[in-house]
């Protein structure tokens, strides 16, 4: 979604992808500091090895709170968030991983109460660097619309 984009220039199946962005073991790190999530797959070299990834694995929250800051690279002053549906793990992100987010509009419809707005959904996907889905869940959206519904 381009940034100026209103309700009416959303189409179905739109899509983008993001550059990369390499998963450190810094981002780790902060990560537990920050949540407080020092579970031994993602801190604890030698348990992770016994683990069915081999090692250290980046914790889901720390790929999903990545995943949003890339897809959002370009504001839309017109949008804003109202949450976020079906949030799966299908695959292990490791320190080293390179991550990039697909992005496809996934519906569109009018709000049920405010007509000067609609909703939208993007089905967001989460791959590495073979192109392996790590992450998915649908982002749901507020949008102004450029010519307001009568009531």
Known sequence: MS???????LVVGDSFITTGRTITEADLVI???????????HMDAEFAKSTPYGARIAHGTL????????????INPNTMTYGFDHLRFPGAVRIGDTIRVKV???????????????????????LNQRSETVMVFEHIGLITRR???KS
């Open 3 to 9: 940034s100026g984009a209103f309700y009416e220039d």
């Open 31 to 41: 990560h537990a500091g920050h949540t407080g999530d020092f579970y031994p797959h």
């Open 63 to 74: 790929t999903f709170a990545v995943a949003v800051g890339m897809k959002s690279m370009n």
């Open 104 to 126: 496809t509009i996934s519906k569109v419809e009018d709000h049920p109460k405010n007509p000067g707005v609609g909703r939208f959904s993007e089905h967001v996907e989460v």
């Open 147 to 149: 010519h307001p519904q």
